[in-house]
């Protein structure tokens, strides 16, 4: 779906409707239809159902108007992807107090990513390395930033620390993101997994040949009840992320 938006998503048009900057007519478009509208009526189906029953003709559907009327307000699903995108990155939190100094203010937009992109698993798919231009994207990064400014950082360095963290929280919402879909699509729980080749895998690990890996693997998949817990990942990633981060900060400020 991101190769689908790279390809053929018009950027005029996209930014059109990003920034509002021109509303269809509503003649023939049926009755308090809007990009808004539409926009949150296609976050709701690709929340239920996932990104690939998305289509321009499952929008129109849903509002209940005929789907050239969509096309009306909406080029195409390239561009619907972009505004759904920037509309959900507004519903991020932005609290204006923090504790913890640049590492909570850190640790919290790490974890609210996280929430996010659990609530809205599309926008792993949808999201790539070309931001959308947006209000809300840009809303965001201004106030992510603000977590490292006056820290000791460079510019480039603050794009940089963000890219870590949102990274990491990205990362880490796709790995549980796989645990779910395994659990659908096999039928079978990581503790089903666990027990069935458990009993296996304890066999082949006695046999002497593989000492350490017996003994961590034993150790880490009683401590998850799974073969990989993604929230303990997320915990121990997200504190070493931000020990390196110190590390740099120190460098910077002399501060050791």
């Known amino acids: ?137 840009l809303a965001k990064y201004d106030y992510e930033l603000h977590a490292v400014a006056d820290i000791g950082l460079d510019d480039v360095e603050m794009d940089a620390v963000l890219t870590l963290v949102l990274g990491h929280a990205k990362s880490a919402a796709r790995a549980a993101l796989d645990v779910v879909e395994l659990e659908r699509e096999t039928g079978m729980t990581d503790d089903q997994w666990w027990q069935t080749h458990g009993p296996w895998l304890e066999k082949f690990m006695t046999s002497g040949s593989y000492p350490l890996a017996a003994r961590v693997g034993t150790a880490a998949g009683l401590a998850h009840g799974a073969a990989y817990g993604p929230d303990h990942a997320f915990e121990f990633g997200l504190q070493r992320v931000l020990d390196g981060i110190s590390a740099v900060v120190a460098e910077r400020t002399g501060d050791a």
């Open 1 to 137: 779906m991101s190769k689908e938006r790279r390809r053929k998503a018009d950027p005029a048009r996209s930014l059109a409707l990003l920034w509002r900057t021109r509303e269809p007519a509503s003649r023939g478009a049926g009755p308090g239809l809007s990009v808004d509208r539409i926009v949150r009526t296609a976050v709701e189906i690709a929340d239920a159902e996932g990104i690939d029953a998305l289509t321009m003709r499952r929008v129109s559907e849903a509002l209940g108007v005929g789907t050239m009327s969509v096309y009306t307000y909406v080029p195409g699903k390239a561009e619907l992807l972009d505004v759904m995108v920037d509309a959900v990155l507004g519903d991020l939190p932005r609290p204006a107090d923090v504790p913890g100094g640049w590492r909570g203010r850190l640790e919290r937009i790490a974890r609210d990513n996280l929430a996010l992109y659990r609530a809205h698993p599309w926008l792993l798919r949808a999201e790539t390395t070309r931001p959308v231009l947006g209000p809300n994207v």
